[in-house]
């Protein structure tokens, strides 16, 4: 069974880098045909698809948060860490990884086949 788990600093201050790592059991993350994706869902808005990285390492994301974000992998931990930077309050939201099995950049919760529970980030001082 494929397990992702989120974790992290549940507050974060304006203009700090907020650092998540989602840890994977039941798969590895350079398996073929799955693609880790990051996503948000601030409060009482919809999600927002952040970026993806593939089983090789490529990375693609979101245009608008392209120049502060980085998707990275630790393929002997089974990890992908997400940090974005110049956090504003803005970024307060539920932070998700969730595997899809092609690459696509969506919020359509139907195209990923594994989704973690999901970590709260407030960014606040």
């Known amino acids: 069974q494929v397990q992702l788990q989120e974790s992290g600093p549940g507050l974060v201050k304006p203009s700090q880098t907020l650092s998540l790592t989602c840890t994977v059991s039941g798969d590895s993350i350079t398996s073929v045909n799955a693609y880790w994706n990051w996503i948000r869902q601030p409060p009482g808005k919809g999600l927002e698809w952040m970026g993806v990285i593939t089983n090789s390492g490529g990375v693609y994301y979101s245009p608008s948060l392209k120049s502060r974000t980085s998707i990275s992998r630790d393929t002997s931990k089974n990890q992908v860490t997400l940090q974005l930077s110049s956090v504003t309050t803005e970024d307060t939201a539920v932070y998700y990884c969730?595997?899809?099995?092609?690459?696509?950049?969506?919020?359509?919760?139907?195209?990923?086949?594994?989704w973690g529970q999901g970590t709260q980030v407030t960014v606040s001082s």
């Open positions: 969730a595997r899809s099995p092609i690459l696509i950049a969506t919020t359509q919760r139907n195209e990923y086949d594994y």
